[in-house]
């Protein structure tokens, strides 16, 4: 079959479409023809290397962990789907979905496409709504509270957005003015634009007594502890990046999305009935994988997700 593939950590401007061997699945696993893959930042990071002693791949490396499409044939064992079965998967990061065929564990990860969603808007969902879901979670918001989302226009933090509107919480999110309407009809009552203004001295003077919650989905490392200078005495600094244990008195929650059982199928027939928003930045032929990724690293299209199609 034909496949993205990185020969070895390096830029993601090494990537070629290449033929690598068909996959077959073992116990307790499904091959799926890919139909449409979502890219996230960690398939720019694992190909780059950046995350290598995390996360270490083996190459050649096939990018892509979110794909939708249609069973090819099961392994032993796998009794919920059957071949000609619609699924959306989260494949993690052993077998990439931007390829002809992925192999994906029958677990929480793989679940049936509502025939309602089209491929491409359920190819979005996995990592982006599962890592939103589990950010919501570990931010535990009550209704009232004053939540700022950093990054809110991306594939997590626009379902972070939505959600948390949901709950009745006050949202305050970044946005380039290009993407405020945008993040506004997602429910954000309050917009900074981060392109032109400091986040944080806005954020401050809009909430001079601190945020109950701060979902920073764009500060890594020391940067963290500027942006735990916003929550309140008592809130909580959630992050999906990495960063110090404490940071000005307060112990930041690293989140690392991990798929529960019920989240994807909840989510896609959220998605659906209509009920929950999936923004496609851009859509590019599988040929023109190699592209997609390059501009994804780049930061091209940030206002949702980038589709590949098959
Ligand atoms: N821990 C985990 O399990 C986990 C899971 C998923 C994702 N992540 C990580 O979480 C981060 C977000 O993921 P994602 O999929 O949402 O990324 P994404 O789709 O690339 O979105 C990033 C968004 O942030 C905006 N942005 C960039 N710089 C900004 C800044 N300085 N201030 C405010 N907004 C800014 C971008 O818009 P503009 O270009 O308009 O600025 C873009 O809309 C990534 O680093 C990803 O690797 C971690």
Redesign the pocket.
């Known amino acids: 079959m034909k496949a993205l593939v990185a020969s070895a950590y390096g830029p993601v401007q090494q990537l070629r479409i290449r033929d690598v061997p068909d996959p077959s699945p073992g116990p307790g696993q499904v091959l799926v023809r890919v139909e449409a893959a979502a890219l996230?930042?960690?398939d720019v990071?694992l190909v780059t290397g950046e995350l290598r002693t995390m996360y270490p791949v083996t190459h050649p490396f096939v990018p892509g962990v979110d794909a939708t499409g249609v069973v090819a044939a099961v392994g032993e064992g796998v009794t919920r789907f059957a071949a000609g079965d619609e699924v959306i998967a989260y494949a993690g990061a052993a077998s990439g979905t931007i390829a002809e065929y992925v192999l994906v564990g029958a677990g929480p990860g793989l679940v049936h496409r509502p025939r309602a969603l089209p491929t491409a808007q359920a190819a979005a969902l996995p990592?982006?709504a599962m890592?939103a879901h589990?950010v919501l979670a570990a931010a535990a918001l009550q209704p009232g509270d004053d939540v700022l989302v950093?990054?809110?226009?991306?594939?997590?933090?626009a379902f972070v957005v939505q959600q948390a509107a949901e709950l009745g919480v006050r949202v305050l999110a970044?946005a380039?003015p290009a993407?405020t309407a945008y993040i506004r009809a997602l429910g954000a009552h309050e917009t900074i634009d981060?392109?032109a203004v400091d986040?944080l001295a806005t954020a401050r003077r809009s909430q001079p007594g601190g945020l109950d919650v701060v979902i920073d989905?764009?500060n890594a490392g020391p940067a963290l502890v500027a942006t735990a200078g916003l929550v309140r005495p008592g809130g909580r600094l959630i992050s999906?990046?990495y960063g110090p244990e404490e940071a000005g008195g307060l112990v930041p929650v690293?989140?690392?999305?991990e798929a529960s059982i019920g989240d994807l199928p909840r989510q896609a027939e959220q998605a659906a009935a209509g009920r929950m928003s999936i923004e496609v930045a851009a859509t590019y032929p599988f040929d023109k994988s190699a592209q997609a990724m390059c501009d994804?690293a780049e930061?091209r299209h940030?206002?949702g997700?980038i589709i590949i199609t098959f």
Do not use: E, F
């Not at 690293?254 to 999305?257: A, D, F, G, I, N």
């Open positions: 996230n930042p960690i990071k990592m982006a890592t589990c950093i990054g809110a226009t991306g594939g997590v933090g970044t380039a993407d981060h392109t986040t989905l764009i999906t990046l690293y989140v690392r999305m994804l930061s940030t206002r997700k």
